[in-house]
């Protein structure tokens, strides 16, 4: 399914864990940095960046993340697979043109900003930036897709 997102933001809710989804929105480089060195990715307009929250949790701090990466251009962290860290991360960001969700993987150690750590809700779903759209396959069933509304309206309410 495809949905125009423009400037905002797509949710996709499962029932413990969620995923943000917003266009890149212009150009430019997006450093990755690891333990081995540092790699700099070349980001397109039409390209997406996706936070994960595999335990859910709340939305602000996702969109604030979501937001350093998109439009201040934080540099991305790769810990080693057997860092202790790893699964102390609340939230996991990619970066790419087409995304897949995964469980399999080891929460913030996947360098490939293709693949991006998800709850096992929210797994095999992939997304992919396509002309102002988010593409949308193998959305689960118990799962739900709608826009964020504006979070500043949200707190005066």
Avoid: W
Avoid at 74 to 102: E, F, Q
Avoid at 111 to 119: M, R, T
Avoid at 133 to 142: F, G, H, K
């Amino acid at each position: 399914m495809k949905y125009p997102v423009g400037d905002r933001i797509l949710t996709i809710n499962g029932l413990h864990s969620f995923l943000l989804v917003a266009r890149a929105g212009h150009s430019f480089d997006l450093c990755i940095e690891s333990c081995t060195g540092e790699i700099f990715q070349a980001v397109e307009p039409d390209d997406l960046v996706v936070v994960s929250a595999p335990e859910g949790g709340a939305v602000e701090p996702a969109v604030f993340l979501l937001q350093l990466v998109k439009n201040y251009h934080m540099p991305l962290l790769v810990l080693p697979r057997d860092h202790p860290g790893a699964g102390r991360l609340k939230l996991l960001v990619s970066v790419a043109g087409k995304i897949l969700t995964s469980c399999t993987i080891r929460r913030g150690t996947h360098p490939d900003q293709h693949l991006l750590c998800s709850s096992e809700e929210l797994a095999g779903i992939l997304l992919r930036g396509e002309e102002g759209a988010v593409v949308v396959e193998n959305l689960p069933s118990s799962s739900t897709i709608d826009y964020l509304q504006d979070l500043r309206r949200q707190n005066k309410q």
